[in-house]
């Protein structure tokens, strides 16, 4: 709980009490709200970072901006779309990659771009076409949908999703007039108005007096019976129609122990539970009771901000009884504090100082507040992560996503510890423009999958042993090998470019430097491929399989053997060595990402789609790199030595 | 002589070591992207297992490579002539020595594996037992005599002995103890009996109107049903019978001898293991509200001389006993409604050199360890030096 006060208060200092002007909320509820615990995707979250993944999926970035251009968080949004949700529908939040899939629904475009936000409001008109499209396109396999169906299915997924939303609260605002001489009055003790919460409350009175009326009925024409029961029948066909509309989010948890019952309920969970179990459930219709009073008092941001705090205070306590609330205020805080955002942007200000400092040598206060820059973003890198271990408590490999944060902090470290030793500054500039690549594709791959980055494993990688042994090393083996690849190309460049009239000893340091990098990586990859093959033994049975994921590991060791045995063979030599780290950029490339892209093997849980463009075109670069630049470099190498009548530097 | 060391002289070269890895790198990046079309199992004997093929660049154009079987083997040979003999015996190269170690010992265990391990699958329902496991590919024909009214024998040939019976040729199979020969040919590893229809003509037999057709393998091999014409030749000069015999068959092929009914079966190749299996329970559990896999786990009984013993097999945690290793592998029916009974499919594998992998992990580990430190150290003394005169200049 302690736990609970500080981050709380720390988040309360980052966004503090007040209320924006054209806001509904107080910060305060605000903060509150991304601290309600909820069940998603398999696992305890924040409602923050729920409403930030669904957001980013439906808008494609993690705020709105409102019409005023006032910066909409994601909280904001998500309480607006469940309190508020015909203002929330007026919202420009549905990204359309491309119009044309407008085009196939009827809507029409007016002034909006080929990529353009629309609001609920604008696309409704062209809803029903939309699923149609969308149901037919579903019918064909993911990998072979062209663009527009694959956008088509998205955009109705998200409607799906955001309907989802707006609709989860209605229930809250149900009334159902009791009229006096109705049976009803009775089971509502003369209530004229009864509410959800009421009729959950009197369920098992409802239900028997609906099946007693019922039994009359069937021998008795009655009319004034008729009525009567059909009263019943509109009660609850009203229950079970607003009750089946609130799945969008698990709000509530169990009043068992975590061991016995693990999934949290829905308030169409507590419906079918109440009615079709008869449970006792006291404290949850206290709280959807609360959650009405939150409904009818949503214009009066004091009295709403005062409930909903009881409201948190009374739903934190369950989860907090079965355990699941310690880290909740740990990820929101995570989240809020945008460490990889904030090393991005450090990353840049560092390179924009080290570039400076190579065109101005002698100018000391340029080269030492890039290092300095470079360290804080680091810092702040190795930081995100860690909070993310702790989140998951798991080791800071288990998804795609992560693998780029994680090869991204040790190509970073590898690089400074290299500047540390020798202090050339080529390792240093090699940092910064790491970082920000690694740290660019990684927000790039959160956009695109629109997910929650911390999933649930499956059952084959849920072994934090293995995690933290194969799949870590594999990375730091796949990070050096970036790495020598990122030194070699700086090699490149300063030999096009004549850095210091292409002073040999400046060139031979930097192919020694691309040399340990890729025995540092061999090191790695070596040790990461035969984990990996124990693990597979103790899984599958079998330590090799010539899988693809597998045989992408290999590849790469195969090639870093190659350029050992090469080099010391005498069959490359420095503008070799520099040329074979760059296309072993390549093989890690194919093995990191590519493999994933053949769609076959056991490791489906790696499978990703769309990076085949970013891949073919980071293919095509780095061949053409080899080709032109490396075959010029060679090139001017023999005319250097029929020049002059020797050998070039080894 | 003079060519014998210059022979010796290849063998051992850097120069060797790079044209191999090169060719193995070549076969590995072809057989992961025949992988696509053909699958993992057919890719892995054309590529990996043999000892030379032909690939097919664009499915067009036909190029010859050394195959995976090949290319290991002289790898192991440059590895013994030069990461052995040839190498400079020097204090800097103990870690490379040891590395060498480490992967000599990796293509030993990878050959082991290939030549002397078994595997294949156990699937029990719940509170069913078993002492065998099948095997994912091979099959074996099974001839069951009926010696009394609940008493049989069996007569296996191995599959082995007619699988390359392809085409033209057959194969017959004789013993003292059978009233018959057995003539095999025709084997298709993945096929279907199909009735002749009067309108289209099969280049095999048609027998009792049915002819086998042969079927494209399946990417996952473990799916081929195989096929195969069955002959049976009495010694006594009586009738020959045949007859089409397939893996799926839900009656086996029988013929009348001496007033007996002999049955023939073609089934999965199967072994015996040292103890009984008991499936108690199998439990999946999901991750909660999604339809992601959390667990996946068999109670079993194991039951070995009398001896009941009861265990858990779960992902990343099989059972290892007497050699023989039982995994997790699948569970079904998919579609089963709670409550219905389930069944836990177990990969059984006995391999010799099951834990070789990690001792040379280890081996490795401390060898490449030992050499790159030893170079870091060395690094890291010349850059200061540089450093330190750099200053005082």
């Given at each position: 709980?302690?736990?609970?006060?500080?981050?709380?208060?720390?988040?309360?200092?980052?966004?503090?009490?007040?209320?924006?002007?054209?806001?509904?909320?107080?910060?305060?509820?605000?903060?509150?709200?991304?601290l309600?615990?909820?069940?998603?995707s398999g696992?305890?979250?924040?409602?923050?970072?729920?409403?930030?993944?669904?957001?980013?999926?439906?808008?494609?970035?993690?705020?709105h901006?409102?019409?005023?251009?006032?910066?909409?968080?994601?909280?904001?949004?998500?309480?607006d779309?469940?309190?508020?949700?015909e203002?929330?529908?007026?919202?420009?939040?549905?990204?359309?990659?491309?119009?044309a899939?407008?085009?196939?629904?009827?809507?029409s475009?007016?002034?909006?771009?080929?990529?353009?936000r629309?609001?609920?409001?604008?696309?409704?008109?062209?809803?029903?076409?939309?699923?149609?499209?969308a149901?037919?396109?579903?019918?064909?396999?993911e990998?072979?949908?062209?663009?527009?169906?694959?956008?088509?299915?998205?955009?109705?997924?998200?409607?799906?999703?955001?309907?989802?939303?707006?609709?989860?609260?209605?229930?809250?605002g149900?009334?159902?007039?009791?009229?006096?001489?109705?049976?009803?009055?009775?089971?509502?003790?003369?209530?004229?108005?009864?509410?959800?919460?009421?009729?959950?409350?009197?369920?098992?009175?409802?239900?028997?007096q609906?099946?007693?009326?019922?039994?009359?009925?069937?021998?008795?024409?009655?009319?004034?019976?008729?009525?009567?029961l059909?009263?019943?029948?509109?009660?609850?066909?009203?229950?079970?129609?607003?009750?089946?509309?609130?799945?969008?989010?698990?709000?509530?948890?169990?009043?068992?122990?975590?061991?016995?019952?693990?999934?949290?309920?829905?308030?169409?969970?507590?419906?079918?539970l109440?009615?079709?179990?008869?449970?006792?459930?006291?404290t949850?219709?206290?709280?959807?009771?609360?959650i009405?009073k939150?409904?009818?008092?949503?214009?009066?941001?004091?009295?709403?901000?005062?409930?909903?705090?009881?409201f948190?205070?009374?739903?934190?306590?369950?989860?907090?009884?079965?355990?699941?609330?310690?880290?909740?205020?740990?990820?929101?805080?995570?989240?809020?504090?945008?460490?990889f955002?904030?090393?991005?942007?450090?990353?840049?200000?560092?390179?924009?100082?080290?570039?400076?400092?190579?065109?101005?040598?002698n100018?000391?206060?340029?080269?030492?507040?890039?290092?300095?820059?470079?360290?804080?973003?680091?810092?702040?890198?190795?930081?995100?992560?860690?909070?993310?271990?702790?989140i998951?408590?798991?080791?800071?490999?288990?998804?795609?996503?992560?693998?780029?944060?994680?090869?991204?902090?040790?190509?970073?470290?590898?690089?400074?510890?290299?500047e540390?030793?020798?202090?050339?500054?080529?390792?240093?500039?090699?940092?910064?423009?790491?970082?920000?690549?690694?740290?660019?594709?990684?927000?790039?791959?959160?956009?695109?999958?629109?997910?929650?980055?911390?999933?649930?494993?499956?059952?084959?990688?849920?072994?934090?042993?293995?995690?933290?042994?194969h799949?870590?090393?594999?990375?730091?083996?796949?990070?050096?090998?970036?790495?020598?690849?990122?030194?070699?190309?700086?090699?490149?460049?300063?030999?096009?470019?004549?850095?210091?009239?292409?002073?040999?000893?400046?060139?031979?340091?930097?192919?020694?430097?691309?040399?340990?990098?890729?025995?540092?990586?061999?090191?790695?990859?070596?040790?990461?491929?035969?984990l990996?093959?124990?693990?597979?033994?103790?899984?599958?049975?079998r330590?090799?399989?010539?899988?693809?994921?597998?045989?992408?590991?290999?590849?790469?060791?195969?090639?870093?053997?190659?350029?050992?045995?090469?080099?010391?063979?005498?069959?490359?030599r420095?503008l070799g060595?520099?040329?074979?780290?760059?296309?072993?950029?390549?093989?890690?490339?194919?093995?990191?990402?590519?493999?994933?892209?053949?769609?076959?093997?056991?490791?489906?849980?790696g499978?990703t789609?769309?990076?085949?463009?970013?891949?073919?075109?980071?293919?095509?670069?780095?061949?053409?790199?080899?080709?032109?630049?490396?075959?010029?470099?060679?090139?001017?190498?023999?005319?250097?030595?029929?020049?002059?009548?020797?050998t070039?530097?080894? | 002589?003079?060519?014998?060391?210059?022979?010796?002289?290849?063998?051992s070269?850097?120069?060797?070591?790079?044209?191999?890895?090169?060719?193995?790198?070549?076969?590995?990046?072809?057989?992961?992207?025949?992988?696509?079309?053909?699958g993992?199992?057919?890719v892995?004997?054309?590529?990996?297992?043999?000892?030379?093929l032909?690939h097919?660049?664009?499915?067009?154009?036909?190029?010859?490579?050394?195959?995976?079987?090949?290319?290991?083997?002289?790898?192991?040979?440059?590895?013994?002539?030069?990461?052995?003999?040839?190498?400079?015996?020097?204090?800097?190269?103990v870690?490379?020595?040891?590395?060498?170690?480490?992967?000599?010992?990796i293509?030993?265990?990878?050959?082991?594996?290939?030549?002397?391990?078994?595997?294949?699958?156990?699937?029990?329902?719940?509170?069913?037992?078993?002492?065998?496991?099948?095997s994912?590919?091979?099959?074996?024909?099974?001839i069951?005599?009926p010696?009394?009214?609940?008493?049989?024998?069996?007569?296996?040939?191995?599959?082995?002995?007619?699988?390359?019976?392809?085409?033209?040729?057959?194969q017959?199979?004789?013993?003292?103890?059978?009233?018959?020969?057995?003539?095999?040919?025709?084997?298709?590893?993945?096929?279907?009996?199909?009735?002749?229809?009067p309108?289209?003509?099969?280049s095999?037999?048609?027998?009792?109107?049915y002819?086998?057709?042969?079927?494209?393998?399946?990417?996952?091999?473990?799916?081929?049903?195989?096929?195969?014409?069955?002959?049976?030749?009495?010694?006594?000069?009586?009738?020959?019978?045949?007859?089409?015999?397939?893996?799926?068959e839900?009656?086996?092929?029988?013929?009348?001898?001496?007033?007996?009914?002999?049955?023939?079966?073609?089934?999965?190749?199967?072994?015996?293991?040292?103890?009984?299996?008991?499936?108690?329970?199998f439990?999946?559990?999901?991750?909660?509200?999604?339809?992601?896999?959390?667990?996946f786990?068999?109670?079993?009984?194991?039951?070995?001389?009398?001896?009941?013993?009861?265990?858990?097999?779960?992902?990343?945690?099989?059972?290892?006993?007497?050699?023989?290793?039982?995994?997790?592998?699948?569970?079904?029916?998919?579609?089963a409604?709670?409550?219905?009974?389930l069944?836990?499919?177990?990969?059984?594998?006995r391999?010799?050199?099951?834990?070789?992998p990690?001792?040379?992990?280890?081996?490795?580990?401390?060898?490449?360890?030992v050499?790159?430190?030893?170079?870091?150290?060395?690094?890291?003394?010349?850059?200061?030096?540089?450093?330190?005169?750099?200053?005082?200049?």
């Amino acid at each position: 709980m302690i736990h609970f006060l500080i981050i709380s208060s720390i988040l309360s200092t980052l966004t503090g009490y007040t209320k924006t002007n054209d806001s509904h909320w107080y910060n305060d509820t605000l903060n509150n709200a991304a601290l309600i615990a909820i069940q998603d995707s398999g696992r305890i979250k924040p409602l923050d970072t729920f409403a930030r993944f669904r957001l980013l999926r439906i808008n494609g970035r993690r705020v709105h901006y409102t019409e005023n251009r006032r910066k909409m968080s994601a909280i904001e949004w998500l309480l607006d779309c469940l309190f508020f949700p015909e203002k929330a529908k007026s919202y420009r939040v549905f990204l359309v990659q491309n119009d044309a899939v407008l085009d196939a629904i009827g809507i029409s475009r007016l002034d909006k771009k080929k990529r353009d936000r629309y609001s609920y409001i604008e696309l409704e008109s062209g809803k029903r076409k939309l699923f149609e499209l969308a149901s037919e396109f579903s019918k064909i396999e993911e990998k072979e949908r062209n663009i527009i169906q694959a956008q088509t299915v998205h955009l109705a997924e998200n409607i799906s999703l955001f309907e989802l939303l707006i609709h989860y609260l209605k229930f809250a605002g149900f009334r159902y007039n009791v009229l006096p001489e109705s049976t009803l009055s009775q089971v509502f003790s003369d209530k004229n108005i009864v509410c959800f919460s009421d009729v959950l409350h009197q369920s098992n009175l409802v239900v028997e007096q609906f099946n007693k009326l019922r039994e009359k009925s069937t021998s008795n024409n009655d009319p004034v019976l008729t009525q009567k029961l059909e009263e019943y029948r509109t009660l609850l066909n009203d229950i079970d129609i607003l009750g089946s509309q609130a799945v969008a989010i698990r709000l509530f948890p169990p009043d068992k122990p975590r061991d016995l019952e693990k999934e949290w309920l829905t308030p169409s969970d507590l419906v079918a539970l109440k009615f079709f179990h008869s449970n006792k459930l006291d404290t949850y219709i206290n709280l959807i009771s609360t959650i009405e009073k939150l409904v009818a008092h949503k214009n009066e941001p004091d009295k709403f901000n005062d409930l909903f705090t009881g409201f948190l205070n009374e739903l934190s306590k369950l989860s907090i009884a079965r355990g699941e609330y310690k880290k909740i205020p740990l990820e929101v805080f995570f989240y809020k504090s945008q460490s990889f955002y904030y090393s991005l942007i450090i990353f840049v200000f560092s390179f924009i100082f080290i570039a400076l400092s190579w065109l101005k040598p002698n100018v000391p206060f340029l080269s030492k507040p890039g290092l300095v820059l470079v360290s804080v973003a680091t810092i702040l890198l190795t930081f995100g992560i860690t909070l993310r271990c702790v989140i998951r408590a798991r080791p800071p490999v288990s998804t795609l996503y992560e693998s780029i944060l994680f090869i991204t902090v040790v190509a970073v470290l590898v690089s400074l510890f290299i500047e540390f030793v020798n202090r050339q500054k080529a390792a240093l500039a090699t940092a910064p423009v790491l970082g920000m690549i690694g740290l660019f594709l990684a927000n790039k791959f959160e956009v695109k999958q629109g997910e929650d980055t911390m999933t649930s494993l499956v059952a084959v990688l849920d072994s934090n042993f293995w995690l933290s042994t194969h799949v870590t090393t594999i990375t730091i083996g796949y990070a050096a090998g970036l790495l020598a690849g990122a030194i070699a190309h700086v090699y490149l460049i300063l030999r096009l470019v004549k850095y210091k009239n292409n002073d040999p000893t400046a060139f031979r340091n930097l192919t020694r430097m691309v040399y340990g990098v890729i025995c540092f990586g061999l090191f790695f990859s070596v040790i990461g491929t035969i984990l990996g093959g124990i693990w597979a033994n103790d899984s599958w049975g079998r330590f090799w399989g010539w899988d693809p994921k597998e045989n992408g590991a290999l590849l790469i060791v195969l090639w870093e053997l190659t350029i050992l045995h090469g080099r010391m063979g005498g069959y490359i030599r420095e503008l070799g060595i520099n040329l074979a780290a760059i296309f072993g950029g390549c093989i890690i490339a194919f093995s990191w990402w590519g493999v994933n892209l053949l769609g076959v093997g056991l490791h489906s849980y790696g499978w990703t789609s769309g990076v085949f463009t970013a891949l073919s075109a980071f293919y095509i670069t780095e061949f053409l790199i080899i080709l032109f630049i490396g075959g010029w470099l060679k090139l001017t190498e023999v005319f250097v030595i029929q020049k002059k009548g020797h050998t070039p530097a080894a | 002589m003079k060519v014998l060391i210059t022979f010796y002289k290849f063998l051992s070269s850097f120069g060797f070591a790079c044209i191999i890895l090169i060719l193995l790198m070549i076969l590995t990046f072809l057989g992961t992207f025949e992988q696509v079309d053909y699958g993992i199992y057919e890719v892995q004997q054309k590529y990996f297992n043999s000892i030379f093929l032909v690939h097919y660049l664009f499915n067009k154009f036909p190029i010859p490579l050394p195959g995976g079987g090949l290319l290991l083997s002289l790898l192991f040979i440059n590895l013994i002539l030069g990461g052995f003999v040839r190498i400079k015996k020097h204090q800097s190269k103990v870690g490379i020595l040891i590395t060498h170690f480490g992967i000599a010992l990796i293509i030993v265990s990878s050959y082991i594996t290939y030549a002397f391990s078994i595997d294949g699958y156990l699937t029990l329902y719940e509170n069913q037992q078993s002492d065998k496991f099948l095997s994912y590919y091979e099959w074996e024909v099974m001839i069951v005599e009926p010696t009394s009214k609940s008493q049989y024998r069996e007569f296996i040939i191995p599959g082995k002995h007619f699988k390359h019976l392809q085409g033209s040729r057959n194969q017959r199979f004789q013993s003292s103890s059978l009233p018959f020969d057995i003539e095999l040919k025709l084997f298709m590893p993945n096929a279907q009996p199909l009735p002749k229809g009067p309108v289209f003509n099969v280049s095999v037999p048609v027998i009792d109107g049915y002819f086998l057709n042969q079927l494209r393998s399946q990417k996952e091999a473990e799916q081929n049903v195989a096929g195969i014409y069955i002959s049976v030749i009495p010694k006594d000069d009586d009738e020959i019978k045949e007859g089409i015999l397939w893996g799926m068959e839900r009656f086996p092929y029988t013929v009348e001898l001496d007033g007996k009914i002999w049955s023939f079966h073609l089934r999965p190749r199967s072994w015996q293991l040292p103890f009984t299996v008991k499936l108690d329970k199998f439990t999946r559990e999901l991750h909660p509200g999604t339809a992601i896999a959390k667990v996946f786990m068999s109670d079993i009984t194991k039951i070995e001389d009398g001896v009941s013993q009861e265990q858990k097999i779960t992902m990343n945690e099989p059972l290892r006993h007497k050699g023989y290793t039982l995994f997790q592998a699948s569970w079904g029916p998919g579609n089963a409604k709670p409550g219905d009974p389930l069944f836990s499919t177990f990969a059984v594998v006995r391999n010799p050199a099951d834990k070789y992998p990690v001792y040379a992990c280890i081996i490795i580990s401390v060898g490449l360890l030992v050499h790159f430190l030893q170079k870091l150290v060395k690094y890291i003394r010349t850059e200061n030096l540089k450093i330190t005169n750099n200053l005082h200049k």
